[in-house]
C-alpha cells in the first residue's frame, strides 16, 4: 500500500478517497479523513524533468517530501551531477542533512551553484571570525538568504558595521549567532534608524548596545517605534533595564497575537490590570504560546491548588517548562506529601518551582534519602520522560507522508485507494497542526 502511495505523490497521479468515517469526530484520524474526502482531487501532469527532481531529492539526498516539492519548484534539472556536488559539499563540511534540506528549500537556487566559487569563501571567513563548524551550519539552516548575499559588497560590510557598534568581532558573532537575519539587513540604515529611535526614547547608551548583543532582532525590526510606544504606554521606564526586556518581548507579538495571549489568561478569571502588572514584572510571560498559557495555568490552579491571581505575581512561572521542570518537582513534592515527610504550608510553590535545580535537590532530595530510597531515581525518571515526550509530540505534530497515509488506511478500512498529491498532502498536515492545537485548547476549557 505504502509502495503505491509513494509512487502516486512522486510522479502526481491522483484519485478520489472513498471511505467510511468513524463516529468519534473528535480524533486524529476522522479529522484527516474528512478533509481529504471533501478534496477532489484531479489528476496533474508532471514533466520528466520535474519528475525526476522529485524523485532524486528525495531518493538521493534524503529529503522530506515537502522539502523536494519546495525546491523543485525553482530548480529542475536532469542530470543530478552539480546538486550531488552541492550536497556532498555541505556534508563534508559537518551540515547534517536536516541542515542541507532546510538551505535548499529556504534557497533553492543553491544546488544548481559551483560551491568552491560561492560557497566555500563564505564558510572561510566565518571561520576566520571564530565561527565552528557547527555554527556555521545553525547559522545558514536559520537563515539560508545569507548565501545568497555578495561576500565582499554585503556580508563583510556587515560585520564590519557590527564589530564597529558593538567593540569585538566576538561581540559581532555573538549576535549573529542569536539573529542570523542581521546579516541579510540594510543595517547602515536599519541599525542606525532604530538605534536613533531608542536614543530618542531615553534608552541609555550601554542598554542599547547590550540590546544589539544579546536581542539584535530588535534592533532589525520594522516595528520599532510601534512598540517603544506600546511598552511606554504599559508603564516601562526607558532608563530601565527591563524596558529593553519588554521590547524585545514585544517585538515577536503583533496586535492579534496579543490579545490572544491577553485572552488566555483572562479565561483564568484575571483582570487586564493583572495581567499587564505581570507583563511589567516579567515581560517573558508574554512570549510564551497560548497553548503553553493554558496548560501551565491549568497544572498550576487544577492540579497544583494555587490561585490564578498569585500566579501573575510570579509570572516567571509561565516560563517555565511543564514537561522538565514543573511535573518531575511536582512529582517529589507529592511524594513527600503522601508519607507526611513534608507539610504543604510549609512550602511555597512559586519559590520552589523557580528555585535552582541545586537548591531544590538540596531542599527536597538529598534529605529524604533514608526515608525514600528511590526519590531522586523517580525524579530522573520524570525528567527523562519529559525528554521522550519531547520527541513523541514533535513526531505527532508534524506527520509525514507516510504517517498520514497509515492514518487514512484506518481511518478508510474500504478505500481502495490513497494516493495523496503533494499539494494536497502539505495542506493536510498543516491543517491537521492547527487542528490538535485547537482540540487540545478545547480540552482545556472544559
Same mark, same amino acid.
Given at each position: 500500500?505504502?509502495?503505491?502511495?509513494?509512487?502516486?505523490?512522486? &510522479?502526481?497521479?491522483?484519485?478520489?478517497?472513498?471511505?467510511?468515517?468513524?463516529?468519534?469526530?473528535?480524533?486524529?484520524?476522522?479529522?484527516?479523513?474528512?478533509?481529504?474526502?471533501?478534496?477532489?482531487?484531479?489528476?496533474?501532469?508532471?514533466?520528466?524533468?520535474?519528475?525526476?527532481?522529485?524523485?532524486?531529492?528525495?531518493?538521493?539526498?534524503?529529503?522530506?517530501?515537502?522539502?523536494?516539492?519546495?525546491?523543485?519548484?525553482?530548480?529542475?534539472?536532469?542530470?543530478?551531477?552539480?546538486?550531488?556536488?552541492?550536497?556532498?559539499?555541505?556534508?563534508?563540511?559537518?551540515?547534517?542533512?536536516?541542515?542541507?534540506? *532546510?538551505?535548499?528549500?529556504?534557497?533553492?537556487?543553491?544546488?544548481?551553484?559551483?560551491? &568552491?566559487?560561492?560557497?566555500?569563501?563564505?564558510?572561510?571567513?566565518?571561520?576566520?571570525?571564530?565561527?565552528?563548524?557547527?555554527?556555521?551550519?545553525?547559522? %545558514?539552516?536559520?537563515?539560508?538568504?545569507?548565501?545568497?548575499?555578495?561576500? *565582499?559588497?554585503?556580508?563583510?560590510?556587515?560585520? $564590519?558595521?557590527?564589530?564597529?557598534?558593538?567593540?569585538?568581532?566576538?561581540?559581532?558573532?555573538?549576535?549573529?549567532?542569536?539573529?542570523?537575519?542581521?546579516?541579510?539587513?540594510? %543595517? $547602515?540604515?536599519?541599525?542606525?534608524?532604530?538605534?536613533?529611535? %531608542?536614543?530618542?526614547?531615553?534608552?541609555?547608551?550601554?542598554? =542599547?548596545?547590550?540590546?544589539?548583543?544579546?536581542?539584535?532582532?530588535?534592533?532589525?525590526?520594522?516595528?520599532?517605534? /510601534?512598540?517603544?510606544?506600546?511598552?511606554?504606554?504599559?508603564?516601562?521606564?526607558? %532608563? *530601565?533595564?527591563?524596558?529593553?526586556?519588554?521590547?524585545?518581548?514585544?517585538?515577536?507579538?503583533?496586535?492579534?497575537?496579543?490579545?490572544? *495571549?491577553?485572552?488566555?489568561?483572562?479565561?483564568?478569571?484575571?483582570?487586564?490590570?493583572?495581567?499587564?502588572?505581570?507583563?511589567?514584572?516579567?515581560? &517573558?510571560?508574554?512570549?510564551?504560546?497560548?497553548?503553553?498559557?493554558?496548560?501551565?495555568?491549568?497544572?498550576?490552579?487544577?492540579?497544583?491548588?494555587?490561585?490564578?491571581?498569585?500566579?501573575?505575581?510570579?509570572?516567571?512561572?509561565?516560563?517555565?517548562?511543564?514537561?522538565?521542570?514543573? =511535573?518531575?518537582?511536582?512529582?517529589?513534592?507529592?511524594?513527600?506529601?503522601?508519607?507526611?515527610?513534608?507539610?504543604?504550608?510549609?512550602?511555597?510553590?512559586?519559590?520552589?518551582?523557580?528555585?535552582?535545580?541545586?537548591?531544590?535537590?538540596?531542599?527536597?532530595?538529598?534529605?529524604?534519602?533514608?526515608?525514600?530510597?528511590?526519590?531522586?531515581?523517580?525524579?530522573?525518571?520524570?525528567?527523562?520522560?519529559?525528554?521522550?515526550?519531547?520527541?513523541?509530540?514533535?513526531?505527532?505534530?508534524?506527520?509525514?507522508?507516510?504517517?498520514?497515509?497509515?492514518?487514512?488506511? /484506518?481511518?478508510?478500512?474500504?478505500?481502495?485507494?490513497?494516493?495523496?498529491?503533494?499539494?494536497?498532502?502539505?495542506?493536510?498536515?498543516?491543517?491537521?497542526?492547527?487542528?490538535?492545537?485547537? $482540540?487540545?485548547?478545547?480540552?482545556?476549557?472544559?
Amino acid at each position: 500500500m505504502f509502495n503505491f502511495l509513494y509512487k502516486s505523490i512522486i &510522479h502526481g497521479t491522483s484519485c478520489t478517497i472513498r471511505g467510511r468515517a468513524p463516529q468519534n469526530l473528535y480524533t486524529l484520524e476522522t479529522h484527516v479523513a474528512l478533509l481529504v474526502r471533501c478534496i477532489s482531487i484531479s489528476s496533474t501532469s508532471n514533466s520528466n524533468q520535474h519528475s525526476f527532481t522529485l524523485s532524486y531529492l528525495i531518493k538521493s539526498c534524503g529529503f522530506s517530501l515537502e522539502a523536494a516539492v519546495s525546491a523543485s519548484k525553482y530548480v529542475n534539472f536532469e542530470n543530478p551531477d552539480k546538486a550531488y556536488v552541492v550536497v556532498s559539499f555541505f556534508k563534508k563540511n559537518g551540515f547534517s542533512q536536516y541542515q542541507i534540506s *532546510k538551505i535548499i528549500t529556504g534557497l533553492p537556487p543553491v544546488l544548481v551553484s559551483d560551491p &568552491h566559487k560561492t560557497l566555500l569563501p563564505k564558510l572561510l571567513f566565518f571561520q576566520s571570525k571564530g565561527f565552528t563548524s557547527s555554527d556555521i551550519a545553525t547559522v %545558514l539552516c536559520r537563515q539560508p538568504q545569507i548565501l545568497k548575499r555578495s561576500l *565582499k559588497n554585503h556580508i563583510i560590510p556587515s560585520f $564590519d558595521f557590527l564589530t564597529n557598534w558593538l567593540g569585538t568581532v566576538q561581540s559581532s558573532s555573538i549576535a549573529i549567532k542569536r539573529c542570523p537575519a542581521i546579516l541579510i539587513t540594510k %543595517l $547602515d540604515t536599519c541599525v542606525v534608524h532604530n538605534v536613533n529611535l %531608542l536614543r530618542e526614547n531615553g534608552v541609555p547608551e550601554s542598554n =542599547i548596545r547590550a540590546l544589539l548583543k544579546q536581542n539584535p532582532r530588535v534592533i532589525v525590526s520594522y516595528r520599532l517605534k /510601534e512598540i517603544l510606544e506600546k511598552v511606554k504606554e504599559i508603564g516601562f521606564n526607558p %532608563l *530601565k533595564f527591563r524596558f529593553v526586556h519588554a521590547v524585545y518581548a514585544m517585538v515577536g507579538v503583533n496586535k492579534s497575537k496579543w490579545e490572544r *495571549k491577553v485572552k488566555a489568561y483572562k479565561r483564568w478569571g484575571l483582570s487586564e490590570e493583572e495581567i499587564l502588572s505581570a507583563f511589567r514584572t516579567s515581560p &517573558h510571560c508574554l512570549l510564551a504560546s497560548e497553548d503553553k498559557i493554558m496548560r501551565i495555568m491549568d497544572f498550576l490552579v487544577n492540579k497544583m491548588g494555587l490561585e490564578a491571581s498569585l500566579i501573575v505575581k510570579r509570572p516567571e512561572l509561565v516560563s517555565n517548562s511543564l514537561e522538565k521542570r514543573l =511535573i518531575p518537582r511536582a512529582s517529589v513534592i507529592e511524594v513527600l506529601l503522601s508519607k507526611g515527610l513534608v507539610v504543604k504550608k510549609n512550602i511555597y510553590f512559586p519559590t520552589m518551582f523557580q528555585s535552582s535545580e541545586k537548591s531544590f535537590l538540596q531542599k527536597f532530595v538529598t534529605p529524604y534519602r533514608e526515608e525514600v530510597s528511590d526519590l531522586l531515581k523517580l525524579y530522573k525518571e520524570k525528567l527523562d520522560l519529559s525528554k521522550m515526550t519531547t520527541k513523541q509530540n514533535i513526531l505527532l505534530f508534524l506527520p509525514s507522508a507516510k504517517n498520514m497515509s497509515m492514518l487514512l488506511v /484506518e481511518s478508510n478500512p474500504d478505500a481502495t485507494d490513497f494516493s495523496i498529491p503533494y499539494p494536497t498532502y502539505l495542506h493536510l498536515a498543516k491543517d491537521v497542526d492547527v487542528f490538535i492545537r485547537q $482540540d487540545r485548547m478545547r480540552k482545556l476549557e472544559r
